[in-house]
């Protein structure tokens, strides 16, 4: 038996997931009989962690703080050991844009973009630069912000005059913006799971949107407005060479223990990496642990499994 | 901060009890907003997104003398069911309440409910089957949208200005229904200080809405928690007062005259309709607090109830005056908003290009939050509104919340500026909105202003 201190809540914009994804975790952790202690992430988290001296902290927190690398380092500087990714895998999978420059530098497909601070549209006049952009990476647009974990400020632009407006809305939520060219096809994503060290890839899920227009772009990541499908019914050979560029997407940014990786089939069977998330959620409606339960790995099992993967590297 | 480890069951387990939830349960707005909604009740924001009265200023010595009261003179009845129509007693207070604002009640036309919002799910139990229409303004009450959906209506919505809704867009939407062979159930109406737009209905508008009730023979549901919180201007009849009777289903609380706490508001509705409603709640609760009925009847008995109501006025009255000038102070140019003359809300609408949901994102940084207009509708519009409430923060709070959300309003036209290369915006120039030009603006703020943003890129396309 182990006490593990789960971080959830916090005050990123994913609270409300990440306590539901924390309280699921804890019930896990108790039902495989340890000691689970439940800590809403705020100023006396490291007065919280030294007084309770856990064996190992499980990460439920999601978006910033618990995604960027910021809680991991301070979990670093504490010497305790937790689950998932460590600090500089966590800051690559964060920031969209660092993530889509290490994909393409390991020769891994993800849609062509731009991206650019605040500063340089304010001050160094990359405005007027828009439409050389706009030229090459065609409509429609996707802009996003580079760092943020929810689908929140994500809009999609068909013309050109809808690129300023999404570009302020991103910049509500970081201070990058990243202009992707927009993939058409099936979202797809893949859950992966260390074994013995290897990256495992879970079975493939696919995001069925509700409906196929532009509004529905953004409707699809809300819930009810979308059905996953799990294993996603692909053609020959797809689902694994999916899976292949998923493990290989996790091993490009260095992630450990487990995490979920999100990808494009385009209309032509070419695959795209978009991003990768380095504390997936683990709510009852979340990806992984849907994924994971397909392929035989029920929940408190993969709860177990990522448990001790901490605590071996802990000894190690 | 928890430190809890009490057993929890597993009930939670969404997906293990996914096949048995109705369909209607999968009628779900925006969980992005939800969570976001979440975030504003963190103590170090100022949030100015609620739509809570101050009960602070209610006297707790009159609280306790109440109560013991009770205890002394009621206390077994206090503790069990009572009928679901409610106390005679409690029927006699709500009758007083509505004489203040003109209206006579027969006392067996009442319905005591569980605070206002009952009275829009009983309206709907009674009325609504899967599809049916219900006609709304746009925008409606927030508070609504989710009692509509879980009775799967189709809701359309009749824009405001600042007369209130437009009567000649419903006549036609009404007429469109018809041939379209679809006919509305009921038309919801906030008619004074609307939530969350702030405005009332004009007396022209409110007779001819009464006429189009009687001429369609269709129910109208009178939503007017405010009424009495008039901070300027004459007092207008209510839709009850003119109807008769007839097609007006009227819906009162004491939440924002006395307690949101206690629970309890009230449906005065043609008798046939009441019957049914009366079915409903039984069904749904059997009967309204016993307790807090008591304490409404002991209250009104001990005094002069609208000493309190009077206070609360001025209490708002100033902060409303103080969030309207922090709005000229601190709001860009671009922005416009409402004048409400009671109420608990300002409606404010920024630029097209901006979206207020993604706003609050950015303002939650700042420790500010407000309602973003999307909640306020049910086809993805206001997008680019908000919902200012005054009633719940003092005058420096507000002061202070409008600040903040004005500097990220700031920021974010003067992005838009480069990223137009449009000029930057100037700052607003207090004395320059007299009250002349505030009635014209009006007119832009309530619909929402998708025509000039065509014209804005038509511009920066040259």
């Known amino acids: 038996m182990s006490t593990v201190a789960v971080l959830q809540g916090g005050r ?124 090459q990476l065609e409509f429609p647009l996707v802009v996003k912000p580079a760092a943020q ?65 532009f509004y529905d772009f953004e409707a699809r990541y809300e819930i009810g407005r979308t059905r996953f499908e799990c294993p996603a019914e692909l053609p020959a050979g797809v689902a694994e060479r999916t899976q292949e560029l998923a493990a290989e997407a996790y091993r490009a940014l260095g992630c450990a223990g487990f995490a979920r990786v999100d990808l494009m089939l385009r209309e032509d069977g070419e695959l795209f990496v978009l991003e990768a998330n380095s504390v997936p959620g683990l709510t009852e409606t979340s990806l992984l642990p849907q994924a994971a339960d397909a392929a035989g790995i029920p929940f408190d099992a993969l709860v177990e499994r990522i448990l001790a993967m901490a605590l071996a590297r802990a000894t190690a | 901060m928890t430190g809890r480890t009490p057993p929890r069951s597993t009930a939670h387990d969404l997906a293990r009890y996914a096949g048995l939830f109705a369909q209607r349960t999968k009628v779900m707005k925006s969980s992005a907003m939800r969570d976001l909604m979440a975030l504003t009740e963190r103590a170090e924001v100022i949030s100015l997104a ?50 203040a604002e003109g209206m006579t009640v027969d006392e067996g036309e009442l319905l005591v409910t569980t605070g ?172 309204s607090s016993s307790m807090t009925q008591l304490f409404v009847a002991e209250y009104f008995a001990s005094g002069d109830w609208r000493e309190y109501v009077n206070s609360l006025v001025e209490i708002y009255r100033s902060r409303r005056d103080a969030m309207l000038d922090a709005l000229r102070t601190y709001f860009p140019r671009e922005a416009a908003w409402t004048q409400p003359e009671g109420g608990l809300f300002i409606w404010a609408t920024l630029p097209d290009y901006i979206d207020t949901t993604d706003l609050l994102a950015r303002a939650l940084d700042e420790n500010v939050a407000f309602v973003p207009g999307r909640a306020a509708y049910l086809d993805g519009r206001g997008g680019s509104s908000m919902r200012l409430n005054f009633s719940g923060s003092d005058e420096a709070a507000i002061r202070e919340g409008v600040r903040r959300i004005g500097k990220v309003v700031a920021e974010q036209v003067a992005l838009y500026g480069t990223l137009t290369g449009a000029a930057p915006a100037a700052p607003p120039v207090v004395d320059e909105r007299e009250a002349g030009q505030v009635a014209e603006q009006l007119a832009e703020v309530l619909e929402l202003p998708r025509r000039r943003s065509a014209s804005r890129r038509a511009e920066s396309d040259r």
């Open chain 2, 116 to 287: 206002g919002q009952q009275v829009i799910d009983l309206v709907c139990k009674t009325l609504i089957d899967p599809g049916d229409v219900i006609v709304a303004e746009a925008p409606t009450y927030p508070g609504a949208v989710p009692t509509f959906c879980s009775y799967e209506a189709d809701v359309v919505q009749i824009e405001l200005d600042e007369d209130g809704m437009r009567i000649d867009e419903l006549e036609e939407t009404l007429d469109r229904l018809e041939r379209e062979g679809r006919r509305p159930k009921f038309i919801y109406t906030i008619p004074s200080f609307q939530n969350p737009g702030g405005v009332t209905m004009s007396l022209p508008r409110r007779q001819r809405l009464v006429q189009v009730a009687h001429e369609r023979e269709l129910l109208v549901l009178e939503d007017n928690p405010y009424g009495l919180l008039r901070y300027e201007g004459e007092p207008l009849p209510t839709l009850y007062s003119m109807d008769g009777g007839e097609f007006v289903i009227y819906l009162g609380t004491f939440s924002k005259i006395l307690s949101p706490g206690i629970r309890l508001g009230w449906a005065a509705a043609p008798r046939p309709v009441l019957q049914k409603m009366n079915l409903g709640k039984q069904a749904a609760d059997l009967c």
């Open chain 2, 50 to 99: 609620g739509g809570m009265p101050d009960t602070s200023s209610f006297p707790a010595d009159t609280y306790a003398a109440l109560m013991q009261r009770i205890a002394d003179e009621a206390c077994a009845r206090a503790l069990q069911y009572g009928p679901t129509e409610g106390f005679a007693t409690a029927a006699h207070c709500i009758a007083e309440v509505m004489q």
């Open chain 1, 12 to 135: 990123s914009l994913e609270r409300q997931v990440s306590l539901k994804s924390g309280a699921r975790v804890e019930d896990a952790l108790q039902r495989l009989g340890h000691r689970a202690v439940a800590i809403d992430v705020g100023s006396d988290l490291v007065a919280q962690l030294t007084e309770l001296a856990p064996d190992a902290v499980f990460v439920a927190l999601h978006g910033r703080d618990g995604e960027d690398g910021t809680i991991q380092e301070l979990l670093e500087v504490l010497g305790l050991p937790y689950t998932g990714s460590g600090v500089a895998a966590c800051i690559r999978c964060w920031d969209k844009v660092l993530t889509k420059h290490l994909l393409r530098d390991a020769g891994i497909p993800t849609p062509d973009f731009h991206a650019f601070s605040e500063t340089a549209f304010r001050e160094l006049g990359a405005a007027t630069a828009l439409p050389a952009i706009e030229s």
């Open chain 1, 149 to 213: 974990g929810s689908a929140l400020g994500i809009k999609f632009a068909a013309t050109a005059a809808d690129v300023p407006a999404a570009i302020v809305s991103a910049f509500s939520y970081d201070r990058k913006v990243l202009l992707e060219r927009y993939v058409a096809g099936r979202d797809l994503a893949v859950g992966i799971v260390e074994e013995d060290g290897v990256p495992r890839a879970l079975p493939v899920v696919e995001a069925v949107a509700e409906g196929r227009d």
